[in-house]
């Protein structure tokens, strides 16, 4: 038996800086602004912030230290408990970013449930580029 999950990188390129997207997109203040799919509103909390979500009520979210490699990693932690970890990077591509983030599909999601999360993070992924870019 495999301890590998499915996964899918999703990736969009952004006519912006590394630096400017990665300092927009790990300001959890912002969420609300680009993580459109699922993102009410975002307050602070002790060691993460909470994100308040239009479906699944309250989430925690708390990105890696800040770094100068463009690491976006996050822990998600959903109210039933449960916390795992996005792997998210943004890296130069010519003059502007790429911006890739890791979707592993968890025990107990469906293969419908999946591609749903994928095309959410493609979504908020293309609404970080609107938001940049404009």
Known sequence: MSSTMQAVTISVSIESPPQDVYEYAANPANSPEWLTSFCVSARPAEDEWILET???GTMGLRYVESNP?????HRIRLETGETFVNPMRV???GTGSEVLFTLFRREGVTEAQF???A???RSDLLSLKRVLEK
Do not use: F
């Open 91 to 93: 890296i130069p591509n």
């Open 54 to 56: 239009a479906a699944e």
């Open 69 to 73: 490699y463009g690491v976006l990693d």
């Open 119 to 121: 095309e959410m993070v």
């Open 115 to 117: 591609k749903r999360d």
